[in-house]
């Protein structure tokens, strides 16, 4: 059974640091592409960060410089740093998984998701 559990969302003042996790089960994340995705009220869900089984990255304009993505396969695990935060990037963080080539950040090649969690910057 494949699952995904995001947490280490909440509340931050602009210009601080969250984390988030992402817990994996069922699979190992070092053979998939792991990636964040988030989505604001009235808005479409964006493409954050996505890391390849190989480690490399790949980010969303809107954050780059600024988020961090990386996993330690010992914990089967997904972060997001996420550093120098701004309101705009409040929003429900969802973390997803895609098996197969092409690790990308167009959210409907990813089939497995978690329920997501929220940040919030004011």
Not at 61 to 76: E, H, L, W
Request: glycine letters at 12%.
């Amino acid at each position: 059974h494949v699952q995904l559990v995001e947490s280490g969302g909440g509340s931050a003042l602009a210009g601080g640091s969250v984390r988030l996790s992402c817990a994996a089960s069922g699979y190992t994340i070092s053979t998939v592409c792991m990636a964040w995705f988030r989505q604001a009220p009235g808005k479409e869900r964006e493409g954050v960060a996505v890391i390849s089984p190989g480690g490399n990255t790949l980010y969303a304009d809107s954050v780059k410089g600024r988020f961090t993505i990386t996993q330690d396969n010992a914990k089967n695990t997904v972060y997001l740093q996420m550093n120098s935060l701004k309101p705009e990037d409040t929003a429900m963080y969802y973390c997803a998984a895609r098996s197969g080539l092409g690790c990308t950040l167009v959210d409907r090649y990813y089939k497995n998701w978690g329920q997501g969690t929220q940040v919030t910057v004011s």
